[in-house]
């Protein structure tokens, strides 16, 4: 199963991003630093409509659709190389999943 790390600044929206994409409320979505410290982890099915064509011609028993594993991952903050906010759990969080998805704050907001 893929799994793809959600990143991004503190505060930018990855646990709703991650809470919409998982359809659930399992990470908190609060507007202050290090909310997210632990990462929250979901699996999201990957609906494919020639799915059901294929496994009628290839006569198939059971059909198993492809699934995406989406890791919250607590937000990177300035100095995080010299061991502020979360440093080198970060960069362990980071190195487990196999894609990353950057969330980027489009808009100023001293918030």
């Known amino acids: 199963m893929?799994?793809?790390?959600?990143?991004?600044?503190?505060?930018v929206g990855k646990s709703t991003l991650f809470n919409a994409v998982t359809r659930t409320h399992k990470a908190p979505a609060e507007?202050?630093?290090?909310?997210?410290?632990?990462?929250?982890?979901?699996?999201?099915?990957v609906p494919d409509p020639r799915l059901a064509s294929i496994a009628q011609i290839s006569d198939s028993k059971k059909i198993t659709p492809t699934a995406i594993e989406f890791v919250d991952i607590?937000?990177?903050?300035?100095?995080?190389?010299?061991?502020?906010?979360?440093?080198?759990?970060?960069?362990?969080?980071?190195?487990?999943?196999?894609?990353?998805?950057?969330?980027v704050r489009c808009f100023e907001n001293p918030d």
């Open 2 to 11: 893929l799994s793809a790390g959600i990143v991004g600044l503190p505060n």
């Open 31 to 45: 507007n202050y630093p290090f909310c997210t410290i632990d990462p929250n982890v979901g699996v999201v099915t």
């Open 74 to 103: 607590a937000g990177l903050v300035k100095g995080a190389s010299e061991g502020e906010g979360l440093g080198n759990q970060f960069l362990h969080h980071i190195r487990e999943v196999e894609a990353i998805v950057q969330v």
